[in-house]
């Protein structure tokens, strides 16, 4: 099985889509049984639809910005299941009310409780693709619950671990974990290799991105999985245990 994410910064118009779609098509292709892929939001979506929120209610509820904020990856979700179905691939897609992942209530930046890995693996078996939104999940009455911008990937390191697969790779605009943001520091370095901890403490003094990864705890007695971060430039951090 793969796991695979792809960032809001693939899918810039429905070209993206169809990139991706493509990409999902050539794995299956070389040989690859069972694909399961996270998507974010279309680029500028998620502030689009909360700026829309507080055009109307500048002290909207936390709730509700999570309930509009998720959208965005609902209809990613969307788009990119019409993509790979145009292909003639047996895909489904779930959002966070299908996800088996459940969190607190915090609102905004909710914490994953518990997770269930029988409606991925149900989907899996009549489908060859199974996309799933990210940042989502739902809280234990059953309410959508956001997980925090870049969230995404915290999504698909949580699918990676609940269905007990060692490997993760995230598709996004930035080649890995740098010494700074190289959207801002163009001579910032790859970091080829960096520990679990080493992340979780960086993100504890306001790294990005990563962060997310970094705030998901495994159960007791298994091992967080390792994620490849690939960029155009192909390049990636390798996360060591």
């Not at 145009?86 to 915090?106: E, P, Q, W």
């Not at 999504?155 to 990676?160: L, Q, S």
């Not at 960086?202 to 495994?218: D, I």
Request: charged share 20%.
């Amino acid at each position: 099985m793969t796991i695979l994410k792809f960032g809001g910064s693939n899918f810039l118009g429905p070209e993206g889509y169809h990139r991706v779609a493509r990409h999902i098509e050539q794995r299956l292709a070389a040989g690859e049984n069972k694909i399961v892929v996270v998507v974010s939001a279309m680029k500028g979506e998620t502030d689009s639809l909360k700026a829309q929120i507080l055009d109307l209610n500048k002290q909207a509820s936390p709730s509700n910005l999570d309930a509009a904020l998720a959208i965005g990856e609902m209809k990613s979700v969307c788009r990119l299941e019409a993509a790979v179905s145009r292909l003639g691939i047996s895909v489904t897609s779930l959002n966070g009310y299908g996800l088996g992942i459940r969190t607190n209530s915090d609102f905004g930046r909710a914490t994953v409780e518990s997770v269930d890995p029988r409606p991925i693996r149900s989907a899996l078996q009549e489908h060859d693709v199974v996309i799933a939104a990210g940042a989502q999940a739902i809280n234990q009455s059953g309410r959508v619950t956001f997980l925090g911008r870049n969230a995404s990937d915290l999504t698909a390191v949580v699918i990676a671990s609940m269905l007990e697969e060692h490997a993760c790779e995230i598709y996004s605009d930035v080649p890995g974990v740098a010494t700074g943001d190289p959207n801002i520091i163009p001579e910032a370095l790859l970091i080829p290799e960096i520990g679990y901890r080493t992340i979780a403490r960086m993100s504890r003094y306001g790294g990005q991105r990563y962060c997310t990864m970094a705030r998901w705890s495994s159960p007791k007695g298994t091992r967080s999985p390792s994620c490849a971060n690939h960029s155009p430039m192909m390049a990636w951090s390798r996360g060591r245990l």
